[in-house]
């Protein structure tokens, strides 16, 4: 498996001033960041970014909020990145998220669940590179 993921901390979260502790649970679940900016997602950049969702009902809604405020784009890096990334956020719904992860600890609701990762490592390295650029990345 890949060691690099792509991680955003979502516009509910940098709303509550809480990048800081979303960024202490990645750090503590063994990954590192590589990468990281403050960013105001344009509406056309967010719809990009969401293609591969963009016939599902809640898609319209999904990019309104994601522009509604700056996010905080990632290059995280630790062995089994992905995957990693994946336990500590917990699911989508923070309602099912188990204790400990960072979307039941942290999230609001399904739609404004605090982070985004990658869950692929192929789709890991597209969005990376949607994001930045090879230089902006120091391991
Ligand atoms: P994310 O990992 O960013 O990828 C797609 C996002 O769509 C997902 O996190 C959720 O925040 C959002 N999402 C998924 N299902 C729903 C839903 N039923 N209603 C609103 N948003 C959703």
Redesign the pocket.
């Given at each position: 498996a890949a060691n690099r993921t792509f991680s955003?901390i979502?516009p509910d979260a940098t709303r509550r001033n809480i990048t800081g502790a979303v960024t202490k649970m990645l750090e503590e679940a063994g990954l590192r960041v590589i990468a990281s900016k403050r960013i105001q997602m344009t509406r056309e950049q967010a719809e990009g970014f969401?293609a591969v969702?963009k016939e599902?009902?809640?898609f319209g809604?999904?990019v309104s909020?994601m522009i509604s405020g700056p996010v905080v784009v990632q290059v995280l890096e630790g062995e089994n990145a992905m995957q990693r990334n994946r336990d500590i956020m917990g699911a989508?719904?923070p309602a099912n998220a188990d204790a400990g992860t960072i979307r039941k600890e942290l999230a609001e609701s399904?739609?404004?669940?605090t982070?985004?990762?990658s869950?692929s490592d192929e789709n890991a390295e597209i969005e990376i590179a949607y994001f930045f650029k090879p230089e902006e990345i120091v391991g």
């Open positions: 955003i979502k969401y969702h599902r009902p809640f809604e999904l909020f989508t719904n399904i739609e404004a669940n982070v985004h990762g869950d």
